[in-house]
T-cell receptor
Framework: DAKTTQPTSMDCAEGRAANLPCNHS???????VYWYRQIHSQGPQYIIH???NNETNEMASLIITEDRKSSTLILPHATLRDTAVYYC???????????????FGKGTKLSVKP | DSGVTQTPKHLITATGQRVTLRCSPR?????VYWYQQSLDQGLQFLIQ???????AKGNILERFSAQQFPDLHSELNLSSLELGDSALYFC?????????????FGPGTRLTVL
């Protein structure tokens, strides 16, 4: 699986959009970008994933550059409850043929401030 | 609530002892994954079971073992415990054996070895 690079930490004001970048310059054509977050010591929570098109769900938006070498997770209106460590993970899309474990890096610690 | 349950929430034991951690996957999920999160190592994949069979192995020590039962719940057995085994242990589940199946994590078991 391709390696990802994320900033160690970021701050965001409550109510503003939080934009979390991720570099994955060695990503392959069959690899998806996944985002999880971990609030304090809770279990990681799935946020969103995508292959090459931008994706949006009720939690966030995922913007993937055309060359797929980087992506940005956008939390449109950050709240204090969004304070967490955010993990960007690249994962091979080989359904049934590969093991499915996630490889977590150190992630970005997002602090949402009042 | 991810639908994945783990028991117990907390476990305190002594060095040299053996413990069993239990995980019930989401309804309909056939894969169970175990992860360990310690302060210095971050989230590390241990082992995956799919429909009762071992599917993939990660950084799991020989003192650790796991199994998945016919009702699909899984147990992680940790023996000859050492101080360094103190960590959060998470279980995750997914529908299929791997690929792009989204993994949903349980709340974790915090193990403290004294």
């Amino acid at each position: 699986d391709a390696k990802t690079t994320q900033p160690t930490s970021m701050d965001c004001a409550e109510g503003r959009a939080a934009n979390l970048p991720c570099n994955h310059s060695t990503i392959s054509g069959n690899e998806y970008v996944y985002w999880y977050r971990q609030i304090h010591s809770q279990g990681p929570q799935y946020i969103i994933h995508g292959l090459k098109n931008n994706e949006t769900n009720e939690m966030a938006s995922l913007i993937i550059t055309e060359d797929r070498k980087s992506s940005t997770l956008i939390l449109p209106h950050a709240t204090l409850r969004d304070t967490a460590v955010y993990y960007c993970i690249v994962r091979v899309a080989n359904y049934g043929g590969s093991q499915g474990n996630l490889i977590f890096g150190k992630g970005t610690k997002l602090s949402v401030k009042p | 609530d991810s639908g994945v349950t783990q028991t117990p929430k907390h476990l305190i034991t002594a060095t040299g002892q053996r413990v069993t951690l239990r995980c019930s996957p989401r309804s309909g999920d056939l894969s169970v994954y175990w992860y360990q999160q310690s302060l210095d190592q971050g989230l590390q994949f241990l082992i995956q079971y799919y429909n009762g069979e071992e599917r993939a192995k990660g950084n799991i020590l020989e003192r650790f073992s796991a199994q998945q039962f016919p009702d699909l719940h899984s147990e992680l057995n940790l023996s000859s415990l050492e101080l360094g085994d103190s960590a959060l242990y998470f279980c995750a589940s997914s529908v299929g054996p791997g690929g792009t199946d989204t993994q949903y994590f349980g709340p974790g078991t915090r193990l403290t070895v004294l």
